[in-house]
């Protein structure tokens, strides 16, 4: 028997009042999306207002139209890209998304992935019981105590440990400079937490442990931004 070749379409929403358009899942979505499209045919919608700037400059993406309200019309789109790209699984980037997907594949019911991409738990209602796979590992640990099996995709590096002859465990890099980085939006939200981590950096150099800082994000509030200056 042929094995069916993967034709998957993505979906990700992107709602006014509901994201900023500058979240970082938005960039997990573009990896996936990249590292697929090398292997299977792979088309990218987004749901809502616009085309996140992180998705902007990928060429083949489709924006459908909508406020955050699963409306027919917008269902009906979800279901028309479904049969104009022959696409026979369906890979939802967040639960938003979902939603229209479980719509649009009520007739012919194709199979619908869910990625969580981090995030803090999800406490509102959401269109099924668990994510198909995660990032985090108290995700992971949060669904299958509710029952659940979601696959782990972990974003986690693990340093290898090296002793020898009894020494004291090294890891790879010791003896260098501390390098710091954190990746966050920069804005009110986050506006505590980063100020936290730049004076323990700060700290640590007035103790005498030589370290550097990275924020890698998107300056929503240049306020938050002057502050970290």
Not at 91 to 102: K, N, P, V, W
């Amino acid at each position: 028997m042929t094995e069916m070749r993967p034709n998957v379409l993505m979906l990700v929403g992107n709602f006014p009042h509901v994201n900023t358009g500058k979240g970082g899942h938005y960039y997990s979505t573009r990896v996936i999306y990249e590292a697929l499209r090398r292997r299977v045919p792979v088309r990218l919608v987004v749901i809502g207002s616009e085309v996140p700037d992180a998705l902007a400059d990928l060429r083949q993406t489709t924006l459908i139209r909508a406020q955050g309200i699963v409306t027919p019309a917008a269902v009906r789109q979800v279901a028309a890209e479904l049969q104009r790209h022959e696409a026979n699984i369906v890979h939802c980037m967040d639960a938003s998304s979902l939603l229209f997907a479980r719509f649009a594949t009520l007739v012919t019911r194709t199979p619908v992935v869910w990625t969580k991409c981090g995030g803090r738990r999800l406490r509102r209602y959401t269109p099924r019981g668990s994510p198909d796979s995660v990032f985090h590992v108290e995700d992971m640990a949060y669904y299958r105590q509710m029952g659940y099996s979601p696959a782990l995709i972990s974003g986690r590096v693990r340093l290898p440990v090296t002793s020898e002859g009894g020494a004291r465990p090294t890891f790879p890099g010791a003896g260098a400079p501390l390098r710091m980085v954190r990746i966050s939006r920069i804005c009110t939200k986050y506006a505590d937490g980063l100020v936290k981590t730049l004076s323990f950096a700060k700290a640590l150099n007035a103790a005498g442990v030589t370290c550097t800082l990275d924020i890698i994000g998107h300056v929503e509030d240049p306020a938050v931004y002057r502050t970290l200056l």
